[in-house]
């Protein structure tokens, strides 16, 4: 039996465990067959929710791009950059009050955090801004204006 002779049932059901870059990179050049299921949103609808990329999100619009959301991720993730100062100041812009912030070590242990240091303001507020370009993380104009979907942003600081 040959690889064509399968239905295409089962060839979706083995790419939907290929890895995202792999279907991209090398599946979508085997043959018009596989470019087609890789190419459906089917397809990476049932990887999204295979990873539980879309849990929280509840109906989704008619026009989902299920592509973009299972390559980006943009639900249920921090959109900060560097939320705690592991990079320096990377990605940050300081509004400085008071005598500015500095990047310090935690004060306490937090084992699901991905870093255990923070930013820290001195006596006074002090500010500072990142910019979170939403279409670049993965969201589209049409799902902003007519879902809203929530936005997870947070960084990591201590006062004093």
């Not at 049932?9 to 087609?36: A, Q």
């Not at 955090?113 to 303001?121: G, V």
Request: proline content about 4%; glycine content about 6%.
């Amino acid at each position: 039996m040959l690889l064509s002779d399968l239905p295409d049932d089962l060839h979706f059901l083995v790419l939907s465990y290929v890895p995202e870059d792999s279907l991209l990179r090398h599946c979508r050049l085997v043959c018009h067959r596989w470019k087609e299921i890789v190419d459906s949103q089917a397809l990476w609808k049932l990887k999204c929710l295979r990873a539980g990329i879309v849990n929280n999100i509840g109906n989704f619009p008619v026009r989902f791009d299920w592509r973009r959301v299972c390559l980006k991720k943009p639900f249920d993730r921090n959109l900060i950059k560097n939320p705690c100062g592991e990079h320096g100041f990377r990605n940050w812009k300081r509004i400085n009050g008071g005598d500015g912030w500095t990047i310090e070590n935690s004060r306490d242990v937090i084992p699901e955090a991905n870093s255990q240091k923070c930013f820290a303001s001195s006596y006074e507020w002090c500010l500072k801004e990142q910019i979170v370009d939403l279409i670049k993380e993965g969201l589209w104009e049409e799902l902003l204006d007519c879902y809203q979907p929530d936005i997870f942003v947070f960084d990591c600081f201590r006062i004093g």
